[in-house]
């Protein structure tokens, strides 16, 4: 059973420190807003398309409309690693919607490239969250493109992280 709508998250450590993480659990019981910027999609390293979480949000720990068809290889090649996932969500927008995820990383540099493709999406709307450290901000630059390689403005947000349960800064 799904804890958190999480899927295709991606969490980056480097020498013991996490630079792009997850919000954390601040509460298992509290408002049902906070309980989606935390558990939910956006409080993770993935994408919402439309303004929707990936599965529905029922109550407590529970959630509707599970993924369906995920599947995640890894390969290796000389110069880098890669992994790729998908999975089928978004219920609640229509059937047959696919999130694919490829993350390359280069063997000898601090160099991760993510590509993140949709299916059935043509009219929605995309959004990708990244949490990064705010400790390490300066020593990590996010770069977006589209499909026709044009450079994306970020939209910046400050966002709760909660390091112990029921701790929330």
Known sequence: RPAHADNNHLDIWHNGVNYLRDVGTFKYNTDNETVLNFAGTRGHNTVMVNEKEQMLKGSRFIWNNWVTNAEARISTFDAYIEIRSCFEGFKELG?????????????????????????????????????????????????????????????????????????SE
């Open 95 to 167: 059937h047959g919607i696919k999130h694919i995820r490829t993350v390359s990383k280069k063997r000898e540099e601090l160099i991760w490239e993510i590509d993140d493709e949709f299916e059935n999406t043509e009219n929605f709307s995309k959004e990708i969250f990244w949490h990064i450290n705010p400790n390490f901000e300066k020593n990590i630059q996010i770069l977006v493109f589209n499909n026709e390689g044009e450079l994306l403005s970020l939209n910046k947000k400050e966002s709760k992280y909660s390091s112990y349960y029921g701790v």
